[in-house]
Structure formats: structure tokens, C-alpha cells
């Protein structure tokens, strides 16, 4: 898919433990194009603080979601929440635009919230990205 506007990675696990790792079935790394790579690296994108890898070459790659951790799941704090999940979302370059952006604290988690976003990429397809973020 040399062609693929939404491009091909590496695809990784995202085990509900919090490690993030490279997929490896039958002893090979696999790989995620088209739709299901945007949704992986917006994934992504969420969950690294921005900067983090500016060492690599990337010191806008991220969110500002962490600097949320620890602050009471106020509406201020939802609102500025979900301004920082938007921002990351439109970092990316194969987002053409956040169709719908919800951000809720969970009830069965004190600190915790759902993330759920639709965007259309550039290539007009229609993607729901979904994360857990633990903000205690």
C-alpha cells in the first residue's frame, strides 16, 4: 500500500495492563495500514506527553493530557481536557477535521475518563478513535 495517504507502521498491543508493545504473531512483527494506523498512532499520540520524544527528533509529537494527572475532574478540568485531546488530534496531518470530540469521567474509576472522538481524515473516511485515560 505504497499509496496509502493514511500510511503503514508497525502495529502495536494495547493490553489493558498499560504497556504498550510491537504485535508480534507467529514470530514476525505485523504491521497496520489505511484507517486502522490513523486510529493507532491518534492513539498514540494521546497517550505520549508532548515532547516526550523530542530526543528523536519529534518535540511537538503528543498531548498535554498528563498535566491533567492529579486535578479534580472538574468541568474546568474536562473542558481543558478536551481541548488538549483536540489539539493533539489536529497535530496530525491526516486529519482533515474533529467531527465529534466527547470526553466523560467514568464511574467506575474515581480519576479516570472515556475519550471518544469521530474525525474525518484526509482521505474523507470516517474514524472513531476511543482511549481510557487514568488521570489519578
Not at 497535530?91 to 475518563?113: F, K, M, N, Q
Amino acid at each position: 500500500m505504497k499509496d496509502d495517504p493514511l500510511k503503514t507502521d508497525l502495529q502495536l498491543d494495547f493490553p489493558d495492563g498499560g504497556d504498550i508493545d510491537i504485535a508480534w504473531p507467529g514470530g514476525e512483527a505485523a504491521t497496520v495500514s489505511g484507517t486502522h494506523n490513523l486510529i493507532q498512532a491518534l492513539t498514540l499520540r494521546l497517550l505520549v506527553h508532548r515532547s516526550e520524544i523530542a530526543g528523536l527528533g519529534h518535540p511537538r509529537y503528543g498531548s498535554r493530557v498528563r498535566e491533567l494527572i492529579g486535578q479534580p475532574l472538574t468541568r474546568p478540568n474536562l473542558d481543558l481536557l478536551r481541548r488538549h485531546v483536540r489539539a493533539a488530534l489536529l497535530d496530525d496531518p491526516r486529519v482533515r477535521e474533529i467531527v465529534s470530540l466527547h470526553v466523560a469521567p467514568r464511574s467506575d474509576i474515581p480519576g479516570a475518563v472515556d475519550v471518544a472522538a469521530t474525525i474525518r481524515a484526509i482521505t474523507d473516511d470516517s474514524v472513531h478513535v476511543s482511549v481510557a485515560l487514568d488521570l489519578r
